[in-house]
């Protein structure tokens, strides 16, 4: 019971931190020194021939960087500090690895901005999506921010959850270099495609799993589990091997149509449609859908706690 309460305390304490907290802008984040040392490689890196290559050994570095570096941070705390130190910064930095609050509160921006102007909307959703934003219309700024929540539901919580219960405190730290790797040089467009092609391709392989789980939780918690014959017919359909599967769960909950053409650094990219129903998107959607979220990251928290649970008895 004791190695049992040892996992799963500073968990519950860094996500009850999460809902009351978020990410305060005035608090360092380890994920924005993950994101200056991105653009530090990709700056040097990113020119002349061998492009791929040198983005892999890049890749494989920082990744292998941040697992080891959070391992040896917390073995040193408990064997040279005491045990309640590493306790903290267990705590501390699952609470950095989990961004459901903040999410839903930008998502929540992004909605309350367009009752204001569009213009207003446009720069809120910049905020929290990759492509470009200046011509977005109302509809898609909408649609923009709920494929966002969708998407990052699995990103920003039910994987990292996946990779603690897997790899503890550093399979964390490391999803998060994967993922901000991906966020930031994963893209097809001419700059990256070469530099940034395994790190997108690493990015898939860590959330082939969670991004399916977090579609397979939406629609149980929506209560109409029929949903997911919907999800497996146009999750596939998305250019990523993943995001299409929570993005097709939250449009069959709503009952709504995400995709279409999207802007990033000025190139056009076409993705799919998800769903047929063309409707307007309005407030009502947006509040289901963050119901949807805090349902399922509940979800995942009780599920993560029963696994462990398990994990330590078997042992």
Known sequence: ???????????????????????????????????????????????????????????????????????????????????????????????????????????????????????????????????????????????????????????GVIAPLFWYVLLGVPGMMMYKMINTLDSMIGYRSKRYRSFGCFAARLDDVANYIPARLTALLMVLVSGHPSLWRFVLRYGKEHTSPNSGYPEAALAGILDCRFGGPHNYFG?????????????PLTTADMQQAVRINQKVETGMILLVCLILFAITNIG
């Not at 190139?267 to 409707?279: D, F, L, M, Q, S």
Request: proline content about 3%.
């Open 267 to 279: 190139e056009e990219v076409w993705k799919p449609y998800i769903g047929k129903n063309a409707r």
């Open 1 to 155: 019971m004791m190695e049992y309460l040892i996992l799963i305390l500073p968990l519950l304490l860094a996500w009850l931190l999460d809902r009351l907290l978020g990410d305060p802008a005035w608090l360092p984040h380890p994920v924005v020194a993950f994101g200056r040392a991105i653009s530090y490689c990709e700056y040097v890196l990113n020119k002349g021939r061998g492009r791929f290559m040198k983005g892999l050994i890049a890749t494989t570095m920082l990744v292998a960087f941040a697992y080891l570096s959070t391992y040896v941070l917390l073995w040193s705390a408990a064997i040279y500090v005491s045990f309640w130190l590493k306790f903290v910064l267990e705590m501390v930095l699952i609470f950095y690895c989990l961004a459901g609050t903040t999410l839903i509160r930008e998502v929540r921006s992004v909605f309350h901005a367009l009752d204001c102007s569009l213009e207003k909307g446009r720069r809120q959703v910049a905020r929290i999506v990759g492509r470009d934003t200046q011509a977005l219309s109302a509809q898609e700024v909408r649609t923009a921010a709920l494929e966002t929540l969708a998407e990052n539901l699995s990103d």
